[in-house]
């Protein structure tokens, strides 16, 4: 997922090298260290970011934004973080301007294509893809793409990605609750006595372990309904750079003070 | 980054924890161990030598226009502000105290609190005073805090009621003793028309079992025929969950105390928009300063909710 289409030259090559190794000792020192098992991102600022830079187009932000998401997964791959979260679009974001909500819409489409071309050539790096959200509320053509994507990258194991689109918490638990209502009833015993187990199995993200971890840049400081209820114990950190300007240092930083937390929540793990 | 927030300590914090205060505390926590005695109680709020509400008891119109600092805007004051008061424990363990101390302080914090959001307009207040995860301390903590609970209430009723403030408890209340549950059951019934301020105090509440309550019962509607499947909305979760008891049961503002930089199972559902403001100091030293520090951030804030702002 590191390659680019065009020329690598030589200077670049040896570059490239350079900094491979350098991440090599900063993550061999991290890792002495509790790695979080699931890192979640919200990944806010990228229109700002177009602003700030004069980018044009509707969508310049949010394409910086996706070469934003291809680095930092290199990075967790590399630093050995099992489980990845994005929340790429929320329920709430459908509120925008319709050509913003198409131009969105569009560019997924168009990067879910080209990992599926990747894949099918073999190229994905042992990366699985997970969609998560109410994909029934998409167009016809963008979920047969994700239905695609998640089937071909089902093996993989090296790092597994959960994209978070068309998912917000209220929708995520109404969902769950309607679920857990018609499978209770088809069991068909007595009481209804829901437990959180039944909750929590019929959630969007139960594949995967909940977030030690949220990161949100764009200096926002709220959960914007993403995953409230996974969140609940999770170590929340906020940046102010936006989400393209997001590098290797904020991850790093971000890491850092999960570990220093450590202390604390295995106090509080001890007891429970 | 969250760390350039810390605010050095000023002489205004160390003022009212001087050694006379120090030692007036470990005659009372000796007190308290030999009797609940309402001559010890009477005095309490004069010997602490921290305002407590009980000397000023009645709000006149001028004194709330005067109150409101300059950095904050009225019309942009939020509605509904959550606080997760923690850091009780450790502010008495940095002073050589003993937990209980910590909590009575915290209680004392929070008197001042609720009365600046009674004076500055915010509609309701909720705080998280007993969490699930919380019955895991020691019997002897839980006790005294439980008997904390029912004395602060006992001795502020009149003041409340009069100040027009209503109360509201949520949470899972079955495992409360009898007669703390007497008392609140006396004090909503009492202060159920108030419309000043209304302060809801989660005890024994977790988001989570929130959630799952209103669940159940909306399961439980199904089954019994009341609601299809189909109509389970976010509307129908709303009604039933524990803040059905107030008109914005979403808050505008979450502070939690003491550094911490997380929910823990606090108001799952209602925090979807929520801002967040982590202040350093523990809950015990989270005064009016802090507080207006946490307002004057929450003003300076873009709200969007998902959307655009154009």
Not at chain 1, 209 to 228: A, E, K, Y
Not at chain 2, 25 to 32: A, E, H, K, P, T
Not at chain 2, 178 to 197: A, F
Not at chain 2, 246 to 269: A, C, H, K, M, Q
Request: proline share 3%; with cysteine.
């Amino acid at each position: 997922m590191n390659n680019t289409r065009e020329e690598v030259g030589e200077f670049t090559q040896i570059f490239n090298a350079l900094m491979s190794l350098m991440r090599t000792f900063i993550f061999k020192v991290l890792r002495v260290g509790p790695i979080p098992t699931n890192i979640s991102f919200i990944m806010d600022g990228n229109r700002r970011f177009a602003k700030k830079r004069n980018l044009e187009g509707l969508d310049a932000g949010h394409r910086a934004g996706f070469i934003s998401v291809k680095y930092i997964l290199q990075y967790c791959k590399e630093i050995g973080v099992p489980y990845v979260t994005l929340y790429a679009f929320g329920m709430d974001n459908f509120k925008r301007g319709p050509e913003e909500v198409k131009c969105v819409m569009d560019l997924m489409l168009e990067k879910v294509e080209l990992t599926i071309d990747q894949a099918v050539s073999g190229n994905m790096n042992g990366v699985r893809i997970i969609f998560a959200g109410d994909l029934n509320s998409l167009n016809e053509r963008f979920r047969a793409a994700t239905q695609k994507l998640m089937k071909l990258t089902e093996e993989n194991r090296d790092l597994i990605v959960v994209v978070c689109v068309a998912y917000s918490t209220s929708v995520e638990i109404v969902h769950a609750v309607r679920d857990s209502c018609v499978r209770k009833s088809k069991i068909g015993d007595g009481s209804v006595a829901l437990e959180l187990s039944d909750i929590e199995e019929c959630m969007y993200t139960s594949v995967v372990p909940v977030p030690d971890l949220v990161i949100r840049t764009g200096g926002g400081d709220r959960l914007s309904n993403f995953m409230t209820w996974q969140t609940s114990k999770s170590l929340l950190h906020r940046t102010e750079a936006l989400w393209p300007e997001l590098g290797l240092w904020h991850l790093v930083w971000a890491i850092l003070k999960f570990q220093r937390m450590q202390d604390y929540l295995q106090k509080k793990k001890k007891f429970h | 980054m969250l760390s350039l927030r810390v605010r050095p300590p000023t002489s205004f914090d160390f003022r009212r924890f001087n050694a006379g205060y120090l030692e007036r505390q470990w005659r009372l926590s000796r007190d308290c161990f030999l009797s609940f005695s309402p001559k010890v109680e009477e005095n309490r709020g004069v010997r602490f030598g921290v305002k407590s509400s009980k000397s000023e008891v009645s709000f006149t119109a001028a004194e709330e226009e005067e109150t409101l600092p300059e950095e904050l805007q009225p019309e942009l004051m939020p509605k509904h502000v959550a606080i997760i008061m923690d850091g009780n424990g450790r502010w008495a363990k940095n002073r050589g105290l003993q937990p209980w101390d910590g909590h009575r302080a915290g209680v004392e914090a929070l008197k001042e609190i609720v009365k600046l959001c009674g004076k500055w307009g915010i509609q309701v207040l909720t705080v998280f005073a007993f969490s699930t995860d919380n019955w895991i301390r020691p019997r002897i903590e839980i006790d005294f805090l439980f008997s904390l609970f029912e004395r602060s209430l006992k001795s502020e009723f009149q003041n409340l009621a009069e100040n027009n403030v209503r109360i509201s408890i949520i949470g899972d209340s079955s495992k409360l003793p009898k007669s703390l549950l007497r008392v609140i059951n006396e004090i909503e019934e009492v202060t159920k028309n108030n419309t000043r301020l209304q302060l809801i105090v989660a005890v024994g509440y977790s988001g989570k079992y929130d959630v799952l309550q209103a669940c159940r019962g909306i399961a439980q509607r199904v089954k019994d025929g009341e609601i299809e499947v189909e109509e389970i909305d976010e509307r129908l979760i709303e009604e039933e969950l524990e803040t059905n008891c107030t008109e914005f049961p979403y808050p505008d503002l979450l502070i939690r105390t003491s550094g911490e930089l997380r929910v823990s199972n606090f108001l799952l559902w209602q925090l979807a928009y929520t801002e967040l403001f982590f202040a350093q100091e523990l809950w015990p030293d989270f005064g009016r300063s802090g507080f207006i520090e946490a307002l004057t951030s929450f003003q300076q804030r873009q709200r969007r909710f998902g959307g655009r702002k154009s």
